[in-house]
């Protein structure tokens, strides 16, 4: 039988387990129980732990955490820190979602493993979002998590699946005190990223602990070939086993304790402790994800208490605000303090999402309470556990207190949409939904409260994020039309040392008579957001440089050079050494807007040319003129103090432990040994460019312009070393011109402009009364060559000298002193005719309404009008039947006129 091979284990047979098929799922599992008849998994099995713990102490979160460390170290395991929550050395992922990411890196399409210690325990915090509408209801739930990861590779010091379930046996049976018959084990297969295992979930009194994963293979079970390397990752859920200890009504209630404990204190909670637990022992066994909405599996619990399911709804809906917003709270807490920021796209529009459901949850029940509150009391009791939350303290505090301003900002209009969407009586469609949330930040929730009739599918948030999901894979290399493959790889020189812009090559390959192959190259190809080098091979200008795997491209235009033969190179050196200047630039500024701003500074992206540079940064806000110029002075303290400027290819693993993270700031490096370049311990990143040996060769940076790009990302624009030169040179001559224009002194400029445009406002105003003095004027003359039609006095007019705000100041005054008058004029303005009409309210008794009129007379013109009844314009684009228009006026009215 293919069941021992993978799943009879040594403490199986040691301890006499026998495997049983469940009677009601029918999945195969492995107990000292004789009697038992189904496996301990939901729905089979009830929670029987709520209430009646089977440990002999109960822990809280960190010594639960304690035990499981000591447990681990006592077997020989380092105890690793946690990684980022934010998983910046994966290319497919946003978020660690489960502790196994932390050792796996991406080459070549394939997973590979790494890991810092062999065998060894991590408490990894892991986010997943896919839960979103269940935190808080189901009691379990959450979207951040501690999955305490046992990983091992077999071998090397490292062990495989006997010795894996040994300890975790002993951990449960020994250190928790379970008594060795209530432990039992669930045969599963487990996928994975292009490799899978067989794996051993275990169980005690219903609540699945951890699973055991036994990694060996490569593919899928249809097709896979054994892994050189085989990986025990087992996950357990650091949550579940507190809960168990503690067998409060919700998981919750155990983790959050002190959190929750200060919540109720600011914002009083009332509610039916005895149903709720009964409640929670129901909710605990279901799965939720087997009913389209929470309402719906609210009803079946509601049915089973006997209760009504409102007021089942009406009871804890508070309470279970309570828990969502704690839980949001945490997640935020270790996101932000990873480096990332809630925003409209990627992973920060998951954070964003978050923030917003919890903040609506503050609303709606009055709590009084803020989410950076909340944050601050995981922090006072996590940081025993997790120390670098305390260190980030403010800055966590002022990104939630920014999303809270934004949020603050906009809640008007959503209030006013609601209460729209309510009183249209209609309930809104699921795609509807996605739109109102993600167009206007509405949520299904406040809809809900608002009494709109919705019915929320469970992957709602799911539908919403698929919008925003756009991790930035690696780009699909470009592949070139011929065959590079088949050429030797490219010799390239611009890495090393006191390189020489001018060196002799071999052609080995011409492509289509302009794409040159040279047997080694001084020439920087494109790449890392840097700009090619130009320069010479032989007699042919290059125009472009491209690396195609080893094979480094070179377009050329002039004589091409023949393949076989030996040429000279030449790099233009100038363009080279700005472009240089410009990229070292780049990473000073990404050092010192980190500095300036706070650490959720990441480069977002960057580009590198001779004579401009852009550096777009992760951050909330707009830049102040003053964090300008602080991020500026900063930088050319680091460019005066000539730190050097070091470059280095080391292993990845090691270069990640020491530096961290923060080295991939322009991406992954999907390669085993990566190139970092260190700045004098400023900045320090894995980058493949060019740039200078020490800061003072860039000489001078100049932030010369910042915008925002995109919510959460700013741009700044500069120039360095030679092209900021050029650029003060520009500006000087600008300066020098208007200077000459206003014949003054450059250091009066500014005063004299404004003086100036004081005095062009001045003479404005003064064209402006004057007018209005001629229309008053003009007013006799007006309605003195009005004439009667069918009983109402017409006025049409046509060009005049008057402004369009004239005419119609004319109008008005005109209709005003004679309210039987119509005021029809049809004039030209640039390239438009137009028409505005007035009928005074005499007029109007007699059916006339200035609306219709300009709509007939601007038709004459091939455009549209319209207006109230008093006061209308229109126009249209045919100039040259002004006069036609205006010779329609009177039959229009005409026409109009009733009776
Ligand atoms: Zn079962
Ligand atoms: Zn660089």
Redesign the pocket.
């Known amino acids: 039988a293919e069941y021992r091979k993978y799943y009879l284990v040594d403490l199986f047979r040691r301890k006499g387990f026998v495997r049983k098929k469940c009677e009601n799922c029918g999945k195969y599992f492995w107990t000292l129980n004789e009697t038992r008849k189904r496996c301990d998994d939901q729905p089979c099995s009830p929670y029987t732990f709520i209430g009646n713990p089977p440990t002999e102490k109960k822990l809280d979160y960190v010594n639960t955490w304690k035990t499981v460390e000591r447990f681990f170290v006592a077997k020989k395991h380092a105890s690793i820190k946690r990684y980022p929550v934010v998983s910046r050395w994966r290319p497919d992922l946003f978020f660690t979602v489960a502790s196994i990411i932390d050792f796996q890196r991406v080459e070549g399409g394939k997973v590979v493993f790494q890991l810092p210690a062999n065998p060894l325990i991590v408490p990894q915090m892991c986010l997943r979002f896919n839960d979103t509408p269940s935190v808080g209801v189901s009691g379990k739930h959450y979207t951040s998590f501690c999955m305490l990861g046992q990983t091992s590779i077999a071998g090397k010091g490292g062990y495989w699946k006997d010795r894996c379930i040994d300890l975790d046996f002993e951990l449960l049976t020994k250190s928790f005190g379970v008594e060795e018959n209530e432990v039992s084990f669930i045969e599963e297969v487990w996928l994975g990223y292009g490799a899978f295992g067989y794996s051993l979930e275990y169980f005690v009194r219903g609540l699945e602990l951890g699973n055991a994963v036994f990694t060996s293979f490569e593919g899928t079970p249809s097709k896979y070939t054994p892994m050189k390397e085989r990986v025990v990752d087992m996950g357990a859920g650091l949550e579940r086993l507190t809960w168990l200890t503690q067998g409060t009504p919700t998981s919750y209630d155990s983790n959050f304790a002190d959190v929750l404990k200060k919540m109720k204190e600011v914002s009083n909670v009332e509610y039916d402790e005895a149903l709720f637990l009964r409640y929670s022992r129901i909710a605990g066994a279901m799965n939720l994800d087997d009913y389209k909405t929470i309402s719906e599996a609210r009803g079946v619990i509601a049915k089973s208490l006997g209760v009504d399911a409102t007021r089942l709804a009406g009871q804890f809906g508070p309470l279970e605000a309570m828990y969502a917003i704690a839980d949001h709270a945490r997640t935020l807490l270790f996101a932000i303090t990873d480096g990332m920021l809630p925003s409209n796209s990627g992973g920060g529009y998951n954070l964003r999402v978050l923030f917003r459901r919890a903040q609506n949850f503050i609303r709606r029940y009055g709590f009084r309470l803020t989410l950076g509150e909340v944050a601050n009391w995981h922090i006072d009791y996590l940081s025993r556990m997790y120390p670098e939350l305390a260190e980030h303290r403010e800055d966590v505090g002022e990104v939630l207190s920014v999303e809270e301003a934004r949020y603050t900002s906009s809640s008007d209009r959503v209030a006013k949409i609601v209460a729209s969407v309510s009183s249209s009586g209609q309930s809104p469609s699921t795609e509807q939904l996605v739109q109102l949330y993600d167009s206007e930040g509405v949520t299904p929730e406040q809809l809900s409260a608002a009494g709109v009739n919705v019915s929320l599918p469970e992957n709602f948030y799911d539908q919403v994020l698929a919008r925003h999901a756009t991790k930035q894979r690696e780009v699909e290399e470009e592949r070139p039309s011929f065959a590079v493959a088949k050429v030797a790889p490219t010799k390239l020189l611009f890495y090393d040392e006191g390189a020489k812009f001018e060196f002799k090559a071999r052609v080995l390959k011409v492509f289509e008579g302009k794409y040159v192959v040279l047997d080694r190259t001084a020439f920087y190809p494109r790449g890392?957001g840097q700009e090619p080098d130009h320069g010479r091979i032989g007699d042919a200008q290059v125009t472009e440089v491209v690396k195609y795997g080893d094979v480094v491209i070179h377009t050329v235009v002039g004589k091409t050079p023949r393949s076989g033969t030996t040429v000279d190179c030449q790099v233009d050196g100038t363009r080279r050494r700005k472009i240089t200047q410009i990229?070292t630039a780049t990473?000073i500024l990404n050092g010192s807007s980190r500095q300036v701003l706070g650490p959720w500074v990441w480069q977002h992206s960057a580009f590198k040319e001779e004579d401009y540079g852009r550096l777009d940064i992760t951050h909330f806000a707009h830049l102040t003129q003053q964090e300008v110029e602080k991020i500026e002075d900063l930088a050319n303290e680091v460019v005066r103090k000539n730190l050097p400027v070091n470059t280095s290819f080391m292993p990845r693993q090691e270069a990640e432990e020491k530096y961290g993270f923060r080295i991939y700031q322009g991406g992954i490096v999907p390669t085993r040994s990566i190139r970092i370049?260190n700045i004098g311990n400023w900045d320090i990143?894995a980058?493949g460019?060019t740039?200078a040996k020490r800061t003072g060769d860039v000489g001078l940076v100049k932030i010369t312009k910042v915008e925002r790009v995109q919510d959460g990302v700013e741009r700044l624009e500069f120039v360095a070393g030679e092209s900021a030169i050029e650029y003060a040179h520009r500006m000087d001559s600008a300066l020098n011109h208007v200077s000459a224009t206003l014949e003054t002194q450059r250091e009066n400029i500014a005063k004299v402009a404004e003086s100036l445009k004081a005095e062009l406002e001045a003479v404005r105003a003064r064209e402006k009364a004057l007018g209005l003095r001629v229309v008053e004027l003009s007013t006799a003359e007006v309605l003195s060559s009005a004439k009667e039609v069918k009983g109402v006095k017409l006025y049409v007019g046509s060009q005049s000298s008057l402004s369009e705000e004239l005419i119609i100041a004319q109008g008005q005054k005109c209709t005003e002193s004679d309210p039987s008058l119509v005021y029809v004029r049809v004039f030209a303005i640039g390239n438009s005719a137009r028409v505005v009409c007035f009928v005074g309210a005499k007029a109007r008794e007699s059916g006339l309404s200035a609306g219709d009129i300009a709509r007939q007379v601007a038709s004459v013109l091939g455009g549209s009008g319209g207006g109230s009844a008093a006061f209308a314009q229109g126009g249209g684009p045919s100039l040259d039947r002004i006069e036609e228009a205006v010779r329609s006026v009177e039959g229009t009215v005409a026409s109009l006129v009733r009776g």
């Open positions: 890392g990229h990473h370049v990143e980058c460019g740039h």
